[in-house]
C-alpha cells in the first residue's frame, strides 16, 4: 500500500532552518507531482509548496524566497527546505501525492 512519512519538523528560533523529507513507499514519487501542505491551529490546511514530475516548482506567496521544494529520486524521497522561519510558519506539514495519499505530518513549531 501507499505510505508517505513525513520527518524533520521540531522547534526552531525565528530566522533558523528546518529540513523536512517525505519519503514514500509503495509509489514513485519521481513520476508523480507532490505538494507540501500545512495546517496551524486553527486554520484550514493550505498548499504551501509543489513539485511536478517534470520539476516545475510553485509555492504560496508566503514562503517565496523562503522554502525550497526538491527531489531525491533515487531515495524516493521529496524534501522541503525552509530558510528564515519566522513564528507564522508553525504549523503541523503534510506532503500529498495524487490528491489522495497523505502522511501524517510533521510539526513545526517556530519560537523564541
Known amino acids: 500500500q501507499v505510505q508517505l512519512v513525513e520527518s524533520g519538523g521540531g522547534l526552531v528560533q525565528p530566522g533558523g532552518s528546518l529540513r523536512l523529507s517525505c519519503a514514500a513507499s509503495?509509489?514513485?514519487?519521481?513520476?508523480?507531482?507532490v505538494g507540501w501542505y500545512r495546517q496551524a491551529p486553527g486554520k484550514e490546511r493550505g498548499l504551501v509548496a509543489h513539485?511536478?514530475?517534470?520539476?516545475?516548482?510553485k509555492y504560496a506567496d508566503s514562503v517565496k524566497g523562503r522554502f525550497t521544494v526538491s527531489r531525491d529520486n533515487a531515495k524516493n524521497t521529496v524534501y522541503l527546505q525552509m530558510n528564515s522561519l519566522k513564528p507564522e510558519d508553525t504549523a503541523v506539514y503534510y506532503c500529498?501525492?495524487?490528491?489522495?495519499?497523505w502522511g501524517k505530518g510533521t510539526l513545526v513549531t517556530v519560537s523564541s
Open positions: 513539485i511536478t514530475s517534470g520539476g516545475t516548482t
Open positions: 500529498n501525492t495524487q490528491g489522495a495519499y
Open positions: 509503495g509509489i514513485i514519487l519521481s513520476i508523480n507531482s
